[in-house]
């Protein structure tokens, strides 16, 4: 494997325009320092290096994607092209877009010849897709571009994702294990690894301006899919990485109590237990969907750095968006993230818990994991496990209640095997008749137009409900998972040849809808879970 190291570093700046966040319990958090002598260097994020040009540029809709500005490349110094700006902008006739694409070329995509063959079988389009997916060890858009150089090579989603995503690769392994397609796992794995090295945790994404929040922490997972491939030797490859992924994850716990509640992803409960939430260290409007952003916050017609972390946390969730996170159940604009306590999160964490107990070389440290990982246990139980709907679901640490919005959030305790038979069954139950529909498993149970929201189905929550009654032999429900879900993939596939990021599964002759952009088509995690449901007896 190559060794690179390279710097990946930004600065985290304010807009002047944003006002002092009034809430105390989650002061700003500082970007993270160097990690190593040889990221000495900070990159910095599109919106800090073109401040009024690039808010004009989103603000305008000169490309109708926000994503797609932040993602091209500069032909110019930032410092060159900020000056040629202030230069032209006020001239008669100036044309922001002829300006935008003078200095910025297009977001890169590699040249692949791709077109969908309809003759392939869709396990066929599948493996000729690998190839196209994968991006190039080092690969780099210049010194001002937004993407951050990974060592080793990597894959992508597809379509508008043209990088690496943290919890989306997770998917994707399971695909390329099946594909015996090694080498790129332990590629992958390494790259996470690299990042949690230089970064001090992993990015959302391989990008500039996703550096301030991680996303739903399956680096364990990652390492225990090596491990099936490699040996246990891997988990202690990989073990300092694992013990700085949950160092990150629970920085600030030391500082949470009866007065401070909540500090970073860290939430002190009424009994002393810590359990977690989403939590952006930015409190600006994402830098991809700078307009998005903008509009929900004038919406909320609330504190601006507060709606803009809340937004932010959403998308560190990996939700972005759903209902779950908005007070008023309907609206964006009454989004408050950082206030839920959410299973998924805390059912991973306690995973990375429990791996670290049982894989650690020194038993005082398996001892100390053990105890944390069975008293988020406890707490998950006690705060997140509601007796009355039968079912795993979000708490507003806030009010102190539960959110009552039902989601397929609830399965993550059965797909990491945290919780008991008894609650797993009534699980199982709730997902029968609730959220099983003729294509798969609803997201949520109400159509809110947010695309992680019902009708549409998702394939990490397809293979997570699947394979997590599966973990309590609840099989029967779960075959209907498995085989509803991939012929809704294949008609799919027979209709158009792709394999897409999500779909309807209450109306199979319908496409997924909702969102920030159009369904993408290519596509990791669905090829990945659809391969991998594929191997199963």
């Known amino acids: 494997m190559k060794n690179l190291l390279l710097p990946v570093l930004l600065l985290v700046g304010l807009f002047s325009a944003c006002r002092q966040d009034p809430a105390p319990e989650t002061p700003p958090v500082p970007a993270p320092a160097p990690t190593s002598e040889t990221a000495a260097k900070y990159r910095q994020a599109p919106d800090e290096l073109f401040g009024d040009l690039f808010r004009r540029i989103q603000m305008e809709r000169v490309f109708a994607d926000g994503k797609t500005f932040v993602d091209m490349v500069p032909k110019a110094s930032a410092t060159e092209i900020m000056n040629a700006f202030a230069a032209e902008k006020n001239k008669p006739g100036f044309n922001l877009k002829a300006f935008t694409e003078k200095y910025f070329a297009p977001p890169m995509q590699p040249a692949s010849g791709w077109a969908s063959d309809g003759t392939r079988s869709i396990t066929e389009h599948i493996t000729a897709l690998w190839p196209i997916l994968t991006r190039k060890a080092g690969a780099d858009e210049g010194a001002a571009g937004?993407?951050?150089?990974?060592?080793?090579?990597?894959?992508?989603?597809?379509?508008?994702?043209?990088?690496v995503y943290y919890w989306d690769s997770y998917f994707t392994l399971l695909g390329l294990q099946t594909a015996g397609k090694g080498e790129l796992v332990r590629d992958m794995v390494e790259n996470f690894a690299y990042l949690i090295k230089e970064v001090g945790h992993i990015p959302n994404g391989n990008r500039t301006y996703y550096l301030t929040r991680?996303?739903?922490?399956?680096?364990?997972?990652?390492?225990?899919?090596?491990?099936?491939?490699?040996?246990?030797?891997?988990?202690?490859?990989?073990?300092?990485?694992?013990?700085?992924?949950?160092?990150?994850?629970m920085n600030g716990k030391d500082e949470v109590g009866p007065n401070t509640i909540a500090k970073n992803h860290v939430v002190w409960m009424p009994n002393g237990a810590l359990l977690n939430r989403?939590?952006?260290a930015g409190d600006r409007p994402r830098a991809e969907s700078y307009r998005e952003d903008v509009m929900a916050i004038r919406e909320s017609g609330r504190d601006?750095?507060?709606?803009?972390?809340?937004?932010?946390?959403?998308?560190?969730?990996?939700w972005d968006y759903s209902a779950r996170w908005f007070a008023d159940g309907k609206n964006i604009s009454s989004i408050v993230t950082t206030d839920i306590v959410p299973p998924d999160l805390n059912s991973l964490l306690w995973?990375?818990?429990?791996?670290?107990?049982i894989e650690h070389s020194e038993m005082e440290v398996q001892k100390r994991f053990m105890a944390t990982a069975n008293a988020r246990a406890v707490a998950m139980d006690k705060y997140l496990y509601d007796e009355e709907a039968g079912f795993y679901q979000d708490r507003n640490w806030t009010t102190g209640e539960f959110t009552d919005f039902l989601t397929l959030a609830g399965?993550?305790?059965?797909?990491?095997?945290?919780?008991?038979?008894r609650r797993?069954?009534?699980v199982g139950d709730v997902i029968a008749e609730k959220f099983l529909a003729p294509g798969g498993v609803r997201t949520s149970l109400v159509d809110t137009d947010q695309q992680w929201d019902a009708p549409n189905g998702w394939p990490p929550l397809q293979w997570m409900t699947y394979q997590g009654l599966k973990n309590y032999n609840e099989n029967s429900v779960a075959a209907q998972i498995r085989k509803r879900w991939m012929e809704n993939n294949e008609r799919v596939y027979a209709n158009v040849n792709k394999m897409v990021e999500k779909y309807n599964v209450e109306d199979i002759t319908l496409e997924a809808g909702g969102g920030e952009y159009p369904v993408q088509d290519g596509f990791g995690w669905s090829n990945g879970v659809y391969l991998r449901m594929a191997a199963e007896n």
């Open 146 to 163: 937004s993407l951050l150089p990974l060592p080793n090579d990597y894959v992508v989603p597809g379509g508008r994702f043209r990088e």
């Open 214 to 249: 991680s996303q739903p922490p399956f680096f364990a997972l990652m390492v225990e899919v090596l491990a099936e491939m490699e040996g246990k030797k891997v988990y202690q490859e990989f073990m300092p990485q694992l013990l700085a992924e949950h160092e990150f994850w």
């Open 278 to 280: 989403y939590y952006d």
């Open 304 to 318: 601006s750095q507060t709606v803009a972390r809340h937004l932010r946390s959403g998308a560190e969730s990996g």
């Open 351 to 357: 995973k990375l818990e429990r791996i670290i107990s």
């Open 411 to 421: 399965v993550y305790p059965l797909f990491v095997g945290l919780t008991d038979k």
């Open 424 to 426: 797993a069954a009534s």
